[in-house]
């Protein structure tokens, strides 16, 4: 399995960037794509997912209303559109896969496979 992810970049607060991760070696459209974050000393946290079908999305309250998660089943890629981006949201932006279910799909524990990361830099 492999989750080629690009898009990361600096841009000027208010600014919007774009996620993309590619996905090979699985059954794409059986898997929970997830996007995470890691800011450099705090954990990695979730910030949203994509249920297989495609028909369900969750997000972390503090990206709620700015960034959209989109699936490509065609392309067997998940995007990450983030707009009206804070210096807070400055991290490292890993996308995952797992067969994951609702309850437990905000836990980066339950996803098998991971990318490798593209960082994000947020200026003020």
């Known amino acids: 399995v492999q989750l080629q992810a690009s898009g990361g970049g600096l841009v000027q607060a208010g600014g919007s960037l774009r996620l993309s991760c590619v996905a090979s070696g699985l059954t794409f459209n059986g898997y929970t794509m997830g996007w995470f974050r890691q800011a450099p000393g705090k954990e990695r946290e979730f910030v949203a997912i994509i249920r297989a079908s495609g028909g369900t999305t969750l997000y972390a309250d503090s990206v709620k209303g700015r960034f959209t998660i989109s699936r490509d089943r065609a392309k067997s890629t998940v995007h990450l559109q983030m707009n009206s981006l804070k210096p807070e949201d400055t991290a490292t932006y890993y996308c995952?896969?797992?067969?994951?279910?609702?309850?437990?799909?905000?836990?980066?524990?339950?996803?098998?496979?991971w990318g490798q990361g593209t960082l994000v830099t947020v200026s003020s």
């Open positions: 995952a896969a797992g067969r994951t279910i609702l309850t437990t799909a905000r836990n980066p524990q339950y996803y098998d496979s």
